[in-house]
């Protein structure tokens, strides 16, 4: 053992890492490393969101009309020939509920339901839904059944 060969106990020495900014002596000095000039040498700086390097963002290219109704209710609507053929097919027999619908995949469960007009209703049929159409209320009762508003 000499002098040549002495070196600390492994895992004592942590390596400092890049040290920039300390002279040109370092060979890491001049501009540290940010290269010459523009926002990003500068210090400070830090890209706005939506930023796309001068090009006009995306958000401004938008065209942007109207207005949205932040009230606004979506109804899933589901129309009278889709209720028969579900009589027809025997899924449902004199009664239809939001559960009913739900169950055959024609709503999910935090759908409201508007019963819509198209098509032919011929089953006397106990509806219980959130909206109906007028004439789909009409065909529901004159086809011998009931239309229930929740």
Do not use: C, W
Not at 62 to 91: A, C, H, M, W
Not at 93 to 121: F, Q, S, Y
Request: aromatic share 4%; no cysteine; proline share 3%.
């Amino acid at each position: 053992m000499d002098l040549s060969n002495l070196k600390p106990a492994k895992g004592s020495v942590q390596k400092a890492g890049k040290v920039i900014g300390r002279g040109q002596g370092s060979g890491k000095g001049g501009t540290s490393t940010r290269g010459h000039k523009g926002a990003k040498s500068r210090s400070g700086y830090s890209k706005k969101l939506g930023f796309e390097g001068g090009q006009m963002p995306l958000q401004r290219r938008v065209p942007k009309f109207g207005f949205t109704n932040i009230n606004r209710k979506e109804y899933r609507g589901i129309n009278l020939d889709v209720l028969q053929t579900l009589v027809d097919k025997g899924s449902i027999k004199k009664t239809v509920t939001v559960e009913d619908l739900v169950a055959n995949r024609l709503a999910h469960k935090n759908d409201l339901v508007k019963i819509l007009g198209n098509g032919e209703l011929k089953a006397p049929l106990k509806v219980t839904v959130h909206k109906f159409t007028a004439t789909a209320k009409a065909a529901i009762e004159a086809a011998g059944g009931e239309a229930i508003s929740l």
